[in-house]
């Protein structure tokens, strides 16, 4: 049972009561994030997420620090392509302090000056410490083939580039247009009534007015980019391969079944990469896939790590397997074995305070609601072997982009 | 938190098997975690990488279970299984829903007790495994507190990776590892821990009609396990790696084993003390005050015969000897000055509320009691926040004394190639 409530204001509070255990956490999701950055300021949100933690007008960074430490909750700021959080968890005693905290964090962040300049610059080193996975460059690589000008394109730490150039100011312009009540869903969950929440909830934020102004209406490029193989060759001990396919956003009725397909081919021991790449042929340790949950246009990912004299090996069973989702239906046993795969996860992913806060405030955050939580289980359970069929021939008929890491020997003849 | 009643239940069967069990009513989630007490450690030298390889083919089905069928069992009905192997322990879960454990308890077992290891199974998978260590050496924080353990114990085998080599993995015969499985694999080895929605009467009798018929016990190899003596020097050891854009600074000390728990503890203290957190002794002062580290951190690892205390830190090359230096002159001050009330209390709350938290799901639960009752017993899991209370500043003073030496460490340095 999750209480909803919409606060004069504008803030959506959500509030999921688990006396369980002595725990409360909570999840404060602002409308914002790297899908609203300029290309040019890209690391924006990222930069924000390290220094918003770091002064208000009543106190310091370490002042911060030890008010969470001292009683052992954690209160931390993260940013993500398609929201902005702040992420609090507490024994249950502790909650109405550190929530007050975070109140303070958001509304009267002081960006000091010293902070911003540390953590753009520990910024700067963690972007050039990425280059040091192979996995990362490969990955990398994929997304700016893929996204071309779409703030999707780039990693949420930005670019050497766009970081070196951010300063105190646009931290101050991003935090002034974007946290706003009516752009602010706050989600709950833990030993807390609906009635004790919205209380407190009302008696931090409830004075927080909204800006006469609209919020800005955001503009996205659009995806003009095609396919095509980007290498990138490297001495490490395995390449990795990457194959990617533009694939639908969480609106898109297609997205149930797009789930499902990269449940059946990459979830699990039992999942068809695994079986074929890994206990048929040994060809990986680690073989999978993703589809993550999208606003806009998400990518399908397959991917392995292999020993350099197999790399065309693996491109090609890679290949094979997404291909053979156009040609071959899947059985009603290999669908129903996904679906039951799927939906167990699903409900896996919802035991503690933190996954419930996390998951319906997310929801609400996208626009989703909280329904999307019943819907998206109707809709997997809906999915037949035949329309599954038809979204892979939708998506997987195309060429895929293709990302390779490795030693120059393995990967440059491509293709193979 | 404070009652230290052990809220789930301990038995031992006539076999020898351990079974640890918790009802949690509300969660229709069960999970079985199985620990044996055949890690690593338990390997002679000669077969080094033999326990984890050997987790890679229990999934390879029995005699009557072909390979692959038991993930299918699993998955199909929605659940997940995995296993890790390390020193101490190897151990495989299955989170399933409580209305399967009819199924997946008996195919679980069945793979553990009647392990097959086929040789065609065999050969295929010990590709897969050279894939895994290809992978480990493409990252450098892998190498590094790898190269860091073997500098630390030189004679116990938990400087010993747990993966093994290429070479060695390339000798072993499907018979070594049917004789390693037979000998380790054994009731007396075993914990079975079953915590969520599934009573006990229920849970019990599924355990003992599932884990009944071991195999016959037979005698392989045994490792000679030597103790490590005290590190009375500063053992320095410089390592290169082809494109790492920021260097690895590690020092690790090494700490009490499992019949010396206060002691752990107090290091489990220092660890928060000094790493965990902006307002922690180093964290704030090289990361956020000094600005010479990208990421600084410590961990305490309890182990059977003797755990493990580490700082590392992420920084710039030219940054290496000063803040080893002033590592060292913090852990002298520790040594020398006791710690505020304030402090410990935080480092306190730190831990207890750290313990709440990690005891949540049934799959942390679950997890906590097996490995306690692996490496001591599994009362120690719940007393843990009320020792962690009793904790006197000058016992923490003492305790760093006699353990982290600023004069006698082990140093790991890893810069690009």
Redesign the interface.
């Known amino acids: 049972m999750i209480h909803r409530n919409i606060l004069d204001n504008g803030i959506l509070l959500l509030v999921v009561e688990n006396p369980?255990?002595?725990?409360i956490a909570a999840r404060i999701f602002i409308r914002a994030g790297s899908r609203w950055e300029a290309r040019e300021q890209a690391g924006l949100s990222h930069l924000l997420s390290a220094v918003i933690t770091k002064g208000t007008e009543q106190l310091s960074?370490?002042e911060i620090?030890?008010r969470?430490?001292?009683?052992?909750?954690s209160l931390s700021a993260d940013a993500a392509s398609d929201y902005f959080q702040l992420s609090l968890?507490?024994?249950s005693g502790d909650f109405v302090d550190i929530l007050h905290l975070a109140g303070q964090l958001l509304l009267q962040p002081t960006f000091p000056e010293t902070e911003v300049e540390?953590e753009r610059?520990?910024t700067l080193?963690?972007i050039?410490?990425q280059?040091?996975?192979?996995s990362t460059v490969a990955f990398e690589q994929l997304r700016q083939a893929m996204y071309g000008q779409h703030p999707y394109a780039l990693s949420i730490l930005g670019t050497e580039a766009s970081v070196s150039s951010l300063g105190r100011a646009d931290l101050q312009r991003y935090h002034q247009t974007y946290f706003r009540p009516d752009n602010i869903v706050i989600s709950i969950a833990g030993r807390v009534t609906a009635a004790e929440a919205l209380a407190l909830v009302e008696k931090v934020f409830g004075d927080w007015q909204p800006p006469a102004s609209p919020l800005p209406v955001l503009q996205l490029p659009p995806l003009t980019s095609q396919a095509g193989t980007n290498v990138t060759a490297?001495?490490?001990?395995?390449s990795m391969v990457m194959l990617g396919y533009l694939a639908s956003a969480v609106q898109s009725p297609d997205y149930a079944a797009l789930k499902l397909l990269n449940t059946y081919l990459g979830n699990?021991?039992?999942s068809r990469l695994f079986?074929e790449l890994?206990?048929?042929?040994?060809?990986?340790?680690?073989v999978s896939a993703f589809y993550p949950t999208r606003l806009d246009a998400s990518q399908f990912v397959v991917y392995m790590?292999?020993?350099p004299e197999n790399t065309a090996q693996a491109y090609a069973g890679l290949h094979t397997e997404v291909e053979r989702l156009c040609t071959t239906k899947l059985t009603a046993d290999e669908l129903?074995?996904s679906k039951?795969?799927l939906?167990?996860?699903y409900?896996?992913g919802k035991?503690?305070?933190s996954q419930l806060a996390q998951v319906f405030g997310w929801y609400e955050t996208i626009g989703l609601g909280i329904e999307f939580d019943t819907q998206f289980q109707e809709k997997v359970t809906a999915v037949t072997p035949e329309t599954a069929h038809e979204v892979a021939c939708r998506y997987f008929i195309q060429r895929p982009y293709v990302s390779l890491v490795g030693p120059e020997a393995a990967v440059t003849p491509f293709p193979f | 938190m404070t009652a230290s009643r052990f809220p789930a239940d301990v038995f031992r069967l006539d076999n020898g098997l351990t079974v640890i069990h918790q009802h949690m009513p509300a969660t229709p989630v069960v999970v079985v975690d199985v620990w044996v007490r055949a890690g690593a450690i338990v390997e002679p030298e000669e077969w080094c990488g033999m326990a984890h390889f050997l987790e890679h083919m229990i999934f390879k089905g029995t005699n009557k279970l072909a390979p692959g069928v038991f993930d299918a069992v699993i998955e199909n009905r929605g659940g997940v299984s995995n296993a890790a192997t390390s020193h101490d322990y190897a151990h495989f879960f299955i989170t399933t829903a409580a209305q399967y454990l009819e199924d997946t308890v008996p195919a679980l077992a069945e793979l553990l007790l009647n392990a097959a290891i086929p040789e065609e199974e065999f050969v295929r998978e010990r590709d897969v495994v050279l894939e895994e260590i290809r992978s480990c050496s493409d990252d450098p924080d892998f190498g590094a507190f790898q190269a860091l353990t073997e500098s630390i114990y030189q004679r116990h085998p938990y400087g010993r990776s747990i993966l093994g080599t290429e070479v060695k993995l390339m000798e072993y015969t499907p018979e070594q590892m049917r004789s390693f499985h037979r000998c380790h694999y054994q009731p007396e080895n075993m914990t079975v821990v079953i915590v969520g929605g599934v009573a006990k009467e229920i849970a019990l009798k599924l355990v003992q009609r599932s884990f009944q018929d071991f195999s016959l016990p037979v005698d392989c190899p045994q490792a000679q396990i030597e103790a490590e003596p005290p590190i009375t020097e500063i053992r320095c050891q410089e390592l290169f790696f082809p494109r790492l854009e920021q260097s690895r600074l590690l020092m690790g000390w090494m700490g009490p084993g499992v019949d010396q728990l206060k002691d752990a503890y107090g290091l489990d203290l220092l660890s928060v003390l000094l790493a965990d957190g902006r307002s922690s002794r180093l964290v704030r002062e090289l990361r956020e005050e000094l600005g010479l580290v990208q990421g600084i951190s410590s961990n305490f690892s309890l182990q059977r015969d003797s755990s493990l205390f580490t700082i590392s830190a992420c920084l710039d090359s030219h940054y290496l000897e000063q803040v080893e230096a002033l590592i060292c002159s913090r852990l002298c001050q520790l040594l020398s000055e006791p710690v505020s009330e304030a402090e410990l209390a935080r480092c306190k709350r730190l831990l207890c509320n750290d313990y709440a938290f990690s005891t949540e799901t049934p799959t942390q639960l679950a997890g906590l009691y097996g490995y306690y009752n692996t490496i001591a017993n599994p009362e120690v899991a719940v007393t843990y926040p009320e020792q962690i209370k009793l904790f006197k500043s000058s016992e923490i003073q003492q305790i760093a004394q006699r353990y982290l030496s600023p004069k006698f460490y082990a140093v790991t340095v890893l810069k690009p190639a």
């Open positions: 369980a255990a002595d725990i960074s370490i620090a030890e969470v430490e001292s009683v052992g909750a968890k507490t024994v540390l610059r520990l080193q963690d050039r410490s280059q040091e996975q192979p490297l001495p490490t001990q395995q699990g021991l039992s079986v890994r206990e048929k042929r040994g060809l990986a340790y680690e790590g292999t020993a129903q074995a039951n795969k939906l167990g996860q409900a896996l035991q503690t305070n």
